[in-house]
């Protein structure tokens, strides 16, 4: 091949693939955005995928196999859609729970991160399917994500954040790493042959490629002299044209193309999407739901009792919220709710709005038909949608040079009386209502990272006295923008009538006055955690706070269940029966939560970082850059290792969480590297417990008070005793230096207990 056609090969030819070279057998190569579901190479919700829990609730389990499972269950949805490469997982830490995409990463802690991320890789890749373990490094935040240069010494930046990719790299040979957005000690992280050639090549030993964020690579020299292999998306890069242009001006040489066309031939040998055995997606991710729901308090109301009359509160508990915002974004077959959960087990429930987590207006909620036409209205072609929400990126199944508008049309069932219609988007729209214009205008674009208005386009509201059902039909006039790929994306939404939030309130209160047991979902939103933007603040969004303190005052038996992919402020903690953390439970996640508050199921995890009570408490908030400079001035002390130098302590530590059993360490044992923990489950039903153990040394000089250094489950029946053993690694008594790594000398104890801050058992 000659030049220019190597380097095609390396830079994306659409949103979502690499070109095809059938002259040396080379295929396309097709990537999905992961990475709790596999959306395949077009974003329409006519191709659905599995939704499994979000990160932050696999990390909640504590469990390694889990992960792996998780992991192969998404390989088997590659196979099905043709994709060779899964871009998961994100083992970025949780510096400051401020962080916009938390809920898309594991944990604050490295280990944890490293070993549930290396057993998601091993899953994916024993099922034939690369990943791209991102986002390679110090991608934390996301303000001025896309430019931000982030300051950190060469210790914190080897200590933690670059100790997950290191533990994944040697554990589980990850076939492809993403290179992030940002600069790292003024160098974009695609152009960083210190971090890239030097470290993940040089001292890991990583064999596989490295694929730029999407649009992350700028410089082609910068980029090939960097290390970086593949330049995503196209047709337009920085590699194809402006690479060959490179090489002939003699700034790069012609065997790094050769190279990176190697390492892409490499990894096409590795993939392997033949037919093999998977198991039930749906009831894994149900059971990884159930094994991540966190219980932070519990006066005995939970389990709840067979014949209970509850009270379901909350916008949330109708409305699945079932994952974070953003590049996370895939389209199940279904969702279930926990109002749906909760009656398919056969509770007795009443339901009562209450409060909602969000301002916005939801898609209609209707069978409707996209129509797309071109400029003398002749019809392209129809397609049936689930609701109103339009999506079409890339992979167009009209030609796009002749799409002028597309219509959203459809009856919806609205009850009589004051709707709410929106129009979701930005450009030219044309609204109706059985015949008549509701809103003919322009909605124009947001401010701000552009990702962040295409995971939140802005919404026209309209006010409409509607008889009831109505055919309803929006127009959109399509721009076609100088960029690449085609984009065509926006919504009809609706809310019917409703009472006043203040009187909603008042009828949850009168519900839950009248119930065995409140149970209210509350949580985030999608304006509150998603990729593009940072969170402002940790209070629950609208009046969900309100909602709470007035149905525990009405009822003591108050189940408080919350959904949300990262911390949230609990100002009503102690004044309810239980705490519940769903996380981002997936698409089973009604069925799971009945499965818990049923007892059918413990609620087996516990919290992979620090839940704090309020901002002002928190040691690390900064995620603002100052002059495009993002300072990591906190160092090594983030997460539990920063609230163990605090003045005040948390609501919830790491590591904590309960079931329905109890337990008791009976006794620590260390031979060498190796430590016993036994342990008694001292309750009437068999139980899980995850067993965690930290290193605290006598005399910790600059180094943290304690860190987590191994980490197991066990499972034991009422009265059983069982031992369980972890290996520390040497890693756990290291610290980096000018040197390399080296051991600290000194006394180390041991402890084991039911989190970061319960030292039950100690040596």
């Known amino acids: 091949m000659d030049l220019d056609r190597k380097a095609a090969l390396i830079g994306g030819q659409d949103m979502w693939t690499l070109p095809a070279a059938p002259e040396i057998g080379l295929p396309s190569l097709v990537t999905s955005d992961g990475p709790v579901g596999v959306r395949g190479a077009s974003w329409m919700a006519g191709d659905p995928a599995l939704a499994l829990p979000s990160s932050t609730a696999l990390a909640a389990t504590w469990d390694v196999g889990l992960a792996r499972r998780a992991g192969a269950a998404l390989a088997a949805e590659c196979r099905r859609k043709g994709v060779h490469v899964l871009l998961a997982p994100a083992v970025n830490l949780h510096r400051t729970p401020l962080g916009g995409r938390h809920f898309e990463c594991f944990s604050e802690d490295p280990l944890l991160t490293g070993e549930i991320g290396a057993a998601y890789v091993t899953g994916v890749q024993s099922g034939g399917v690369g990943v791209t373990v991102k986002h390679f490094v110090a991608n934390d935040s996301e303000t001025d994500r896309m430019t931000v240069d982030v300051r ?117 040998a590795r993939v392997d999407l033949s037919e093999r055995d998977a198991e039930d997606g749906a009831a894994l991710a149900r059971e990884i739901a159930a094994r991540s729901f966190t219980l932070l308090t519990n006066d005995g109301v939970l389990p709840l009792a067979p014949a209970a009359r509850v009270a379901l509160i909350g916008g949330l508990a109708a409305d699945a919220r079932i994952m974070g915002g953003g590049s996370t974004l895939v389209f199940p077959e279904h969702a279930v709710s926990p109002l749906e959960g909760l009656r398919a087990a056969g509770v007795d429930v ?14 209609a909620a209707m069978a409707a038909t996209a129509t797309a036409r071109d400029r ?29 508008t597309v219509e959203i049309s459809g009856v919806l069932d609205a009850a009589p009386g004051w709707n709410t219609l929106a129009v979701e988007g930005t450009g030219r729209f044309t609204l109706e209502a059985d015949g008549q214009t509701l809103f003919d205008g322009v909605v124009g674009p947001p401010d701000g990272d552009p990702m962040a208005a295409f995971f939140l386009p802005p919404q026209h509201e309209v006010l ?20 690449s790929p085609p984009f065509v994306g926006f919504a009809l939404c609706h809310r019917g009538p409703r009472p006043t939030t203040g009187r909603m309130i008042s009828e949850a209160v009168a519900a839950a006055a009248e119930a065995d047991v409140a149970v209210v979902v509350v949580g985030t939103s999608k304006e509150v955690e998603s990729e593009g933007f940072d969170r402002t603040s940790l209070r629950l969004p609208g009046r969900q706070d309100e909602l709470v303190a007035k149905v525990a005052a009405a009822n003591p038996r108050t189940v408080v269940v919350v959904n949300a992919g990262s911390p949230v402020e609990m100002p009503w903690r102690d004044e309810v029966a239980a705490i519940l953390l769903t996380w981002f439970p997936g698409q089973e996640g009604g069925h799971a939560l009945a499965d818990v508050l049923t007892g059918a199921a413990e609620p087996g995890g516990r919290l992979p970082t620090t839940w704090p009570a309020t901002l002002d408490d928190c040691p690390v908030t900064n995620v603002t850059p100052a002059d495009g400079v993002l300072t990591y001035d906190e160092g090594r002390f983030i997460g539990y290792r920063a609230w163990d130098r605090h003045d005040t302590a948390p609501a919830f530590p790491f590591g904590h969480g309960l079931g329905y059993t109890t337990w008791s360490y009976d006794g620590i044992a260390v031979d060498g590297m190796t430590v016993t923990v036994t342990l008694t489950n001292t309750g009437d039903r068999p139980g899980r417990e995850v067993v965690q153990v930290y290193l605290a040394p006598e005399d910790p000089g600059d180094r943290p008070a304690r860190w987590l250094a191994a980490f197991t489950t066990c499972e034991a029946g009422p009265g059983e005793t069982v031992p369980v053993t972890v290996e520390i690694p040497r890693r756990a008594v290291e610290v980096w230096t000018e040197h390399g790594w080296r051991a600290v000398p000194g006394a180390y104890r041991v402890l084991s207990g039911l989190s970061a801050s319960a030292d039950i058992l100690a040596i």
Do not use: Q
């Open 350 to 363: 009443v339901f009562s709005r209450g409060a909602d987590a969000s301002v916005r207006v939801a898609p």
């Open 152 to 268: 950190v010494d060469e210790r914190t930046l080897r200590e933690l954040y670059l100790a997950p990719f290191e533990l994944v790299v040697r554990r589980a040979a990850p076939w492809g790493v993403m290179a992030a957005y940002n600069r790292v000690n003024g160098v974009p992280m695609c152009e960083h042959a210190e971090l890239i050639e030097g470290v993940l090549r040089g001292e890991w030993g990583f064999d596989g490629v490295v694929m730029s964020d999407w649009t992350a690579a700028r410089d082609a020299a910068g980029c090939a002299l960097g290390g970086l292999d593949l330049a995503m998306p196209g047709p337009a890069s920085v590699y194809g044209e402006p690479l060959a242009a490179a090489v002939r001006a003699g700034r790069v040489p012609e065997e790094l193309v050769d190279l990176k066309v190697a390492r892409r031939k490499a990894l096409h």
């Open 464 to 483: 409409a006295d509607l008889p009831g059902p109505v055919v309803v039909s929006l127009v959109h006039t399509v721009r076609h923008l100088p960029v």
């Open 376 to 404: 003398a209205g002749r019809v392209l072609g129809e397609f049936p949608l689930r609701d109103g929400s339009f999506l079409w990126l890339d992979v167009l199944p009209v030609p796009y040079e002749e799409l002028h």
